[in-house]
């Protein structure tokens, strides 16, 4: 058994036991480095647990029957889930959608939106009847002053 010591500073060490410890952190064989730390691997269940406690305190609602969203960015690409997981809290107009995305091309998505929006043509205002703007305030007809004078009589 080798154990070294040095007289100036009184600290002992056991090489054996020292060789062991240098063995037990090699990431590979002999001769390659020590690992500098321990790396703990995060699973992505606990980044969704504290996504879905934080929509719980937003009182978000599963909307469920939705099949796909589209969302289309300004440089004319398409966010597009099929069957995803939507969450909505309509009041603070805030939604969550969560599942698997593509980035497609709206050249690639055209036809079914299309169709989508045919489909809703009917709730759309057309462009034959003008639009009445219910703001607005109308003109007035008749003179109030005098009504109000001949009522209070």
Same mark, same amino acid.
């Given at each position: 058994?080798?154990?070294?010591?040095?007289?100036?500073?009184?600290?002992?060490? !056991?090489?054996?036991?020292?060789?062991?410890?240098?063995?037990?952190?090699?990431?590979?064989?002999?001769?390659?480095?020590?690992?500098?730390?321990?790396?703990?691997?995060?699973?992505? &269940?606990?980044?969704?647990?504290?996504?879905?406690?934080?929509?719980?305190?937003?009182?978000?609602?599963?909307?469920?029957?939705?099949?796909?969203?589209?969302? $289309?960015?300004? !440089?004319? #690409?398409? $966010?597009?889930? #099929?069957?995803?997981?939507?969450?909505? #809290?309509?009041?603070?107009? #805030?939604?969550?959608?969560?599942?698997?995305?593509?980035?497609?091309?709206?050249?690639?998505?055209?036809?079914?939106?299309?169709?989508?929006?045919? &489909?809703?043509?009917?709730?759309?205002?057309?462009?034959?009847?003008?639009?009445?703007?219910? !703001?607005?305030?109308?003109?007035?007809?008749?003179?109030? !002053?005098?009504?109000?004078?001949?009522?209070?009589?």
């Amino acid at each position: 058994k080798a154990v070294v010591s040095t007289q100036s500073t009184g600290v002992v060490i !056991d090489q054996e036991k020292l060789a062991k410890m240098q063995n037990s952190v090699r990431i590979g064989g002999k001769g390659t480095a020590r690992r500098k730390k321990k790396i703990i691997h995060k699973t992505a &269940g606990t980044d969704d647990k504290k996504l879905q406690t934080t929509l719980k305190k937003l009182q978000c609602n599963n909307i469920p029957g939705i099949e796909e969203v589209n969302i $289309i960015k300004d !440089d004319s #690409t398409v $966010i597009h889930f #099929t069957n995803p997981k939507v969450q909505a #809290t309509v009041g603070a107009n #805030t939604f969550a959608i969560s599942g698997n995305a593509e980035h497609k091309s709206i050249t690639d998505l055209f036809p079914g939106i299309l169709n989508q929006l045919v &489909g809703m043509s009917s709730s759309l205002p057309s462009k034959s009847k003008p639009v009445v703007d219910d !703001d607005e305030v109308p003109a007035l007809v008749e003179d109030f !002053d005098e009504a109000s004078k001949t009522e209070a009589v």
